[in-house]
Structure formats: C-alpha cells, structure tokens
C-alpha cells in the first residue's frame, strides 16, 4: 500500500515532469499550475497543494536540473578512462547542451530564483564544486575556482550566443562545440594566465 507521503512524493514528481515539458513546449507563458495541473493529470488544486505559485514550481524546477546536473558532473569526474581535459570538455559539454536543448529551462537556472533562492544556491553550488573538481585535475587546486569560472562564463557565452544565432560557423568559422575544445586546449597548455 501506498502511503499518503509516498503519493504526495509522486504527485510533485510529476507536476515538476509536466512543468519541465509545458516549459520546453512553449516557454515559461506556458507554465500555469492550472495547465501543470492538467497536464499530469491531477486535480485543479493539487498543485497548489505543493507550490506557492509559479514562480516557486520554476524555482524548484530550476534547482533539481541543477541538482540533477551536479550529478552526471560527479559521475564525469569518476571516469577514470577519459583523460582530464576530455572530462572537462564533456563537463561544459553538459552545460551547453542544456542551453541547446531546452533553452527556456536553461534561461530559469541562470536568473535569480524568485521561489525559494537557497535552495536553487545550493543547488548550484552543488554543479560549481563538482565542476571546479573537473577543472583541478587539469590546473591543479589552486587555480581551479578561477579557471572554473572563466570556463563557465565561457560555456555560458557560447550557449547564449548558439540561442541567439549569433554564433553560426558561417560568420565565426568555428562552432560552439570547436570553442569549446580550443579553450579547453588553451587552459590545458597554459596559454592563459
């Protein structure tokens, strides 16, 4: 038999699952707790029986990707057969690729959480010291963090321009993914300070 905290872990787990797809579907405008409701197939008031508002489901939306995201970094970081600068080109790998492949969802985890922002911090502090732990098997511990962030803000910086279309290989004659290999190089060989 199921218990009544088991069926309420269900029902968040899909709500969260319809709210990740209404977002990929059609942006946050398409996220009401009514239409995540409908969409998981649950009653009209259910979701507000776990969330706040929108805002708190995007929120927690938001924070599991992150989570969730830390997750395949420390799996990455474990990969013993991959040598440290291929982790660290697959660990951008998987940033990029969320702002590729669900580009609204990326956009919520790069703002400021209006729901409940410690937990989304931790979150993302989470994903961060997984990274950095990738990023020291090639630079080594001391200049892990600020070599951790020039790559992040670099992944980042290509995600957004990928989404912009202002990073084509037509215009630039490199793509994201080529930039991404070419700073990752560029790191491994010392070449910035």
């Not at 969409?39 to 259910?46: F, L, M, P, T």
């Not at 938001?62 to 995201?69: D, G, I, Y």
Request: proline letters at 4%.
């Amino acid at each position: 038999m199921v218990t009544r905290t088991e069926a309420a872990a269900t029902t968040r787990r899909a709500l969260i699952a319809a709210a990740a797809e209404l977002l990929d579907r059609g942006g946050p405008d398409a996220v009401t707790l009514r239409a995540v409701g409908a969409r998981a197939g649950v009653s009209r008031g259910a979701p507000y029986g776990h969330f706040e508002d929108k805002a708190h489901l995007l929120t927690e939306l938001a924070t599991e990707s992150w989570t969730r995201l830390a997750g395949e970094l420390e799996t990455l970081h474990g990969e013993r057969e991959l040598t440290a600068p291929l982790r660290l080109e697959r660990a951008l790998g998987v940033l990029v690729n969320v702002g590729r492949r669900q580009p609204h969802l990326y956009a919520q985890m790069c703002r400021t959480p209006a729901g409940d922002p410690q937990a989304a911090a931790q979150a993302a502090s989470q994903f961060q010291q997984a990274f950095v732990a990738i990023v020291a098997e090639l630079v080594g511990e001391q200049g892990a963090r600020r070599y951790a962030a020039l790559l992040l803000l670099s992944a980042h910086g290509v995600a957004g321009m990928e989404l912009s279309g202002e990073l084509s290989h037509e215009k630039w004659d490199v793509t994201g993914d080529e930039l991404v290999v070419m700073l990752v190089a560029a790191v491994a060989a010392g070449a910035l300070p």
